[in-house]
T-cell receptor
Framework: GAGVSQSPRYKVAKRGQDVALRCDPI?????LFWYQQALGQGPEFLTYFQNEAQLDKSGLPSDRFFAERPEGSVSTLKIQRTQQEDSAVYLC?????????????FGSGTQLSVL | DAKTTQPNSMESNEEEPVHLPCNHSTISGTDYIHWYRQLPSQGPEYVIHGLTSNVNNRMASLAIAEDRKSSTLILHRATLRDAAVYYCILLPGTASKLTFGTGTRLQVTL
Protein backbone atom coordinates (compact mmCIF):
# COMPACT_ATOMS: atom_id res chain seq x y z
CA GLY A 1 0.00 0.00 0.00
CA ALA A 2 0.96 3.61 -0.33
CA GLY A 3 0.86 4.55 3.33
CA VAL A 4 1.31 3.26 6.85
CA SER A 5 -1.38 0.74 7.65
CA GLN A 6 -2.64 -0.04 11.14
CA SER A 7 -5.00 -2.74 12.29
CA PRO A 8 -7.46 -3.10 13.78
CA ARG A 9 -8.91 0.37 13.31
CA TYR A 10 -10.95 -0.04 16.50
CA LYS A 11 -10.47 -2.40 19.41
CA VAL A 12 -12.67 -2.85 22.44
CA ALA A 13 -11.16 -4.82 25.31
CA LYS A 14 -12.36 -5.81 28.72
CA ARG A 15 -10.17 -4.70 31.57
CA GLY A 16 -7.47 -7.30 32.16
CA GLN A 17 -7.47 -8.57 28.59
CA ASP A 18 -4.31 -8.62 26.47
CA VAL A 19 -4.35 -6.80 23.12
CA ALA A 20 -2.03 -6.70 20.10
CA LEU A 21 -1.96 -3.78 17.68
CA ARG A 22 -0.33 -4.13 14.29
CA CYS A 23 1.56 -1.63 12.17
CA ASP A 24 2.62 -2.11 8.54
CA PRO A 25 5.04 0.70 7.70
CA ILE A 26 5.73 1.96 4.21
CA UNK A 27 7.84 -0.64 2.42
CA UNK A 28 11.56 -0.02 2.86
CA UNK A 29 11.21 2.43 5.70
CA UNK A 30 13.96 1.94 8.25
CA UNK A 31 12.58 3.84 11.22
CA LEU A 32 9.33 3.06 13.02
CA PHE A 33 7.69 4.90 15.91
CA TRP A 34 4.74 4.23 18.19
CA TYR A 35 2.77 7.04 19.80
CA GLN A 36 -0.16 7.13 22.20
CA GLN A 37 -2.77 9.88 21.89
CA ALA A 38 -5.31 10.54 24.62
CA LEU A 39 -8.48 12.42 23.78
CA GLY A 40 -7.82 16.13 23.25
CA GLN A 41 -4.06 15.77 23.64
CA GLY A 42 -1.12 15.64 21.26
CA PRO A 43 0.53 12.30 20.53
CA GLU A 44 2.98 11.04 23.17
CA PHE A 45 6.06 9.08 22.14
CA LEU A 46 6.18 5.43 23.21
CA THR A 47 9.03 3.70 21.40
CA TYR A 48 11.32 3.78 18.36
CA PHE A 49 12.81 1.10 16.12
CA GLN A 50 15.58 1.28 13.57
CA ASN A 51 15.09 -1.84 11.47
CA GLU A 52 14.58 -4.61 14.06
CA ALA A 53 16.48 -2.85 16.85
CA GLN A 54 14.44 -1.08 19.50
CA LEU A 55 16.62 1.95 20.16
CA ASP A 56 14.37 3.91 22.47
CA LYS A 57 11.58 2.62 24.67
CA SER A 58 11.65 5.45 27.17
CA GLY A 59 8.01 6.37 26.55
CA LEU A 60 6.46 3.00 27.36
CA PRO A 61 4.30 3.75 30.42
CA SER A 62 4.72 0.42 32.19
CA ASP A 63 6.06 -3.08 31.78
CA ARG A 64 2.61 -4.09 30.53
CA PHE A 65 3.54 -2.44 27.23
CA PHE A 66 5.78 -4.32 24.85
CA ALA A 67 6.69 -3.65 21.21
CA GLU A 68 8.54 -5.71 18.66
CA ARG A 69 9.64 -5.56 15.05
CA PRO A 70 11.34 -8.90 14.54
CA GLU A 71 12.10 -8.70 10.82
CA GLY A 72 12.50 -4.97 10.54
CA SER A 73 9.20 -4.37 8.81
CA VAL A 74 5.85 -5.09 10.52
CA SER A 75 5.63 -4.07 14.16
CA THR A 76 3.31 -5.13 16.95
CA LEU A 77 2.49 -3.21 20.10
CA LYS A 78 1.22 -5.50 22.83
CA ILE A 79 -0.53 -4.38 25.98
CA GLN A 80 -0.99 -6.93 28.72
CA ARG A 81 -3.70 -6.81 31.37
CA THR A 82 -5.27 -3.69 29.90
CA GLN A 83 -6.50 -0.96 32.22
CA GLN A 84 -9.03 1.80 31.59
CA GLU A 85 -6.25 4.39 31.45
CA ASP A 86 -4.84 2.56 28.40
CA SER A 87 -7.84 3.79 26.38
CA ALA A 88 -6.37 5.99 23.65
CA VAL A 89 -5.49 6.11 19.97
CA TYR A 90 -2.25 4.30 19.20
CA LEU A 91 -0.42 5.76 16.24
CA CYS A 92 2.37 4.23 14.22
CA UNK A 93 4.75 6.24 12.04
CA UNK A 94 7.64 5.39 9.76
CA UNK A 95 10.42 7.21 7.97
CA UNK A 96 12.64 6.16 5.10
CA UNK A 97 16.05 6.60 6.63
CA UNK A 98 17.57 6.86 10.05
CA UNK A 99 18.50 10.51 9.51
CA UNK A 100 17.49 12.78 12.38
CA UNK A 101 14.68 15.14 11.57
CA UNK A 102 13.41 13.19 8.62
CA UNK A 103 9.68 13.57 8.11
CA UNK A 104 7.41 10.91 9.51
CA UNK A 105 4.47 9.25 7.80
CA PHE A 106 1.70 8.34 10.21
CA GLY A 107 -1.03 5.73 10.02
CA SER A 108 -4.62 6.51 10.98
CA GLY A 109 -4.20 4.76 14.31
CA THR A 110 -5.94 2.11 16.36
CA GLN A 111 -8.55 3.41 18.78
CA LEU A 112 -8.44 1.25 21.89
CA SER A 113 -11.31 1.35 24.36
CA VAL A 114 -10.92 -0.58 27.61
CA LEU A 115 -14.18 -1.23 29.43
CA ASP B 1 13.97 19.95 25.05
CA ALA B 2 13.04 23.45 23.99
CA LYS B 3 9.33 24.18 24.24
CA THR B 4 6.89 25.80 21.83
CA THR B 5 3.84 27.95 22.60
CA GLN B 6 0.85 28.08 20.27
CA PRO B 7 -2.65 29.53 20.60
CA ASN B 8 -5.22 26.90 21.49
CA SER B 9 -7.50 27.78 18.60
CA MET B 10 -7.91 30.05 15.60
CA GLU B 11 -10.63 30.71 13.07
CA SER B 12 -10.41 31.60 9.42
CA ASN B 13 -12.74 32.19 6.52
CA GLU B 14 -12.43 29.99 3.49
CA GLU B 15 -10.29 31.34 0.66
CA GLU B 16 -8.43 33.70 3.01
CA PRO B 17 -4.82 33.40 4.18
CA VAL B 18 -4.12 32.01 7.63
CA HIS B 19 -1.11 32.81 9.78
CA LEU B 20 -0.50 30.31 12.56
CA PRO B 21 2.03 31.60 15.11
CA CYS B 22 4.50 29.63 17.21
CA ASN B 23 6.80 30.98 19.92
CA HIS B 24 9.99 29.14 20.79
CA SER B 25 12.12 31.55 22.76
CA THR B 26 14.48 28.85 24.09
CA ILE B 27 15.31 27.40 20.67
CA SER B 28 18.91 26.32 20.20
CA GLY B 29 21.01 26.78 17.10
CA THR B 30 20.61 23.17 15.96
CA ASP B 31 16.84 22.87 16.50
CA TYR B 32 14.76 22.43 13.37
CA ILE B 33 11.22 23.84 13.33
CA HIS B 34 8.73 21.23 12.13
CA TRP B 35 5.02 21.63 11.48
CA TYR B 36 2.56 18.76 11.36
CA ARG B 37 -1.20 18.83 11.16
CA GLN B 38 -3.81 16.32 12.23
CA LEU B 39 -7.16 16.14 10.52
CA PRO B 40 -10.09 14.60 12.39
CA SER B 41 -9.75 10.82 12.82
CA GLN B 42 -6.39 10.79 11.04
CA GLY B 43 -2.77 10.51 12.10
CA PRO B 44 -0.56 13.61 11.93
CA GLU B 45 0.63 14.72 8.52
CA TYR B 46 3.92 16.47 7.75
CA VAL B 47 3.47 20.03 6.53
CA ILE B 48 6.85 21.74 6.39
CA HIS B 49 10.09 22.28 8.26
CA GLY B 50 12.98 24.73 8.34
CA LEU B 51 16.07 25.81 10.22
CA THR B 52 16.83 29.47 9.57
CA SER B 53 15.50 30.53 6.19
CA ASN B 54 11.90 30.83 5.11
CA VAL B 55 10.58 27.76 3.31
CA ASN B 56 7.84 27.20 0.77
CA ASN B 57 6.21 24.02 -0.46
CA ARG B 58 2.95 23.10 -2.14
CA MET B 59 1.09 22.97 1.17
CA ALA B 60 2.30 26.04 3.01
CA SER B 61 5.03 28.56 3.75
CA LEU B 62 7.12 28.82 6.89
CA ALA B 63 8.34 32.22 7.97
CA ILE B 64 11.08 32.16 10.61
CA ALA B 65 11.94 35.25 12.62
CA GLU B 66 15.46 36.56 12.29
CA ASP B 67 16.24 35.70 15.93
CA ARG B 68 14.51 32.29 15.45
CA LYS B 69 12.47 32.79 18.61
CA SER B 70 9.23 32.58 16.70
CA SER B 71 7.86 31.27 13.44
CA THR B 72 4.63 31.43 11.46
CA LEU B 73 2.98 28.81 9.32
CA ILE B 74 1.17 30.43 6.43
CA LEU B 75 -1.66 28.77 4.54
CA HIS B 76 -2.17 30.99 1.53
CA ARG B 77 -5.82 30.19 0.87
CA ALA B 78 -7.58 28.21 3.55
CA THR B 79 -10.11 25.59 2.52
CA LEU B 80 -12.51 23.54 4.61
CA ARG B 81 -10.08 20.64 4.24
CA ASP B 82 -7.45 22.62 6.13
CA ALA B 83 -9.48 22.41 9.35
CA ALA B 84 -7.16 20.49 11.65
CA VAL B 85 -4.90 20.70 14.70
CA TYR B 86 -1.56 22.23 13.73
CA TYR B 87 1.52 21.29 15.74
CA CYS B 88 4.72 23.31 15.87
CA ILE B 89 7.60 21.10 17.04
CA LEU B 90 11.26 21.77 17.69
CA LEU B 91 13.50 18.89 16.71
CA PRO B 92 17.17 18.88 17.71
CA GLY B 93 19.49 18.07 14.86
CA THR B 94 20.51 14.80 16.45
CA ALA B 95 17.02 13.62 17.39
CA SER B 96 14.60 11.41 15.58
CA LYS B 97 11.47 11.44 17.73
CA LEU B 98 8.93 14.24 17.59
CA THR B 99 7.61 15.70 20.83
CA PHE B 100 4.10 17.05 20.28
CA GLY B 101 2.38 19.73 22.32
CA THR B 102 -1.35 20.43 22.19
CA GLY B 103 -1.21 22.46 18.98
CA THR B 104 -3.60 25.02 17.49
CA ARG B 105 -7.04 23.91 16.40
CA LEU B 106 -7.88 25.73 13.17
CA GLN B 107 -11.51 26.17 12.24
CA VAL B 108 -12.35 27.20 8.68
CA THR B 109 -15.77 28.57 7.89
CA LEU B 110 -17.58 29.42 4.69
Amino acid sequence: GAGVSQSPRYKVAKRGQDVALRCDPISGHVSLFWYQQALGQGPEFLTYFQNEAQLDKSGLPSDRFFAERPEGSVSTLKIQRTQQEDSAVYLCASSLHRAPGEKLFFGSGTQLSVL
Amino acid sequence: DAKTTQPNSMESNEEEPVHLPCNHSTISGTDYIHWYRQLPSQGPEYVIHGLTSNVNNRMASLAIAEDRKSSTLILHRATLRDAAVYYCILLPGTASKLTFGTGTRLQVTL
